[in-house]
């Protein structure tokens, strides 16, 4: 074939492509000219009949007239992949997408931020990387106290650790306010635990924090409690404090809910005892109040945190911590 000939293929197989009415016609094409037994692979293997001196001007003209049978090909919409798009079948059925649903840990952050929205409380945020000062120091936690030892807590250097409760977003709210203060902080804590079926080194609390210049008393976080446990677990749920010690509260308390499994009779889900712990809490110490600038003669308040794990666990009767990690599709689907 001469270059004169070679021309007049090239524009005759493209006139062919651009006149092609259906996929088959353009299949058809496609094999007529660069299938593996086509004219073009055809030239291409004859070429080594081509005087030399030819050769290079040759092979550059069939090189061009591929990539534009290509390109008309592809212009068709079919080209190389014209088998598979022949073969797309339109009757099969389409793709199925699962809905997801709300994690429980969100949903019990955002029913309590529902709950106490009710009660004037905003929510508050704080980072999870913390200092020393507001997670411990202005938290009246000396520094000789375990909770500050290097096994209990993930520190980075001599001021800067994982927080280790929502507590400090205390500090930060009293820091940048003036009483009143209404605020909860949900959030995520860190604690070098050993992770089981009921603890784990990475989880959620919610903070809360009433401070005013009017008296605030341990029985008006009792009613709040009360209120809370009421609207989360439903009708009936009875709370009870027991004393305990935090650092940052004066006097403080445990506080239990009455299981709401059992209604308090004893069963597995409170180990027989009909009471569930769930937070603690107490009246925001003097001292606090003095690390943040404010007078404690003139202001009191309360303060208490969940755990938001425990609250999901209980609520929606989850045995192991680590379900909730784990995003299981067919756990979390049951939970929706
Ligand atoms: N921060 C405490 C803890 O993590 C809980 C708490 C919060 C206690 C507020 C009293 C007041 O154990």
Redesign the pocket.
Known sequence: MTLAELEIARSQSLAEIAAAGDAAAVEALRVKYIGRNGSIPALIKGMKDVPPAERPAFGKAIQAWKAEVEKALAEKGLGDKAEKAVAADLTMPGRWFTLGAKHPLSRVIEETARIFGHLGFTVADGPELENRFNNFTALNTPAHHPSQDRTDTFWFNDDCLLR????PV?IRTMLANKPPIRVICPGR?FRRDTTDATHSANFH?I??LYVDTKPVSLADLKSVLAYFAREMMGDGVKVRFRPHF?P??EP?VEVDFSCHVCKGKGCRVCKDSGWIEV????MVDPRVFGFVGYDPKAVSGY???FGVERIAMIKYGIPDIRWLYENDIRFLSQLA
């Open positions: 280790t409760q929502t507590s205390q804590t609390q903070e809360g935090f940052f509260t403080s937070a603690g809490a107490g303060a208490f945190g």
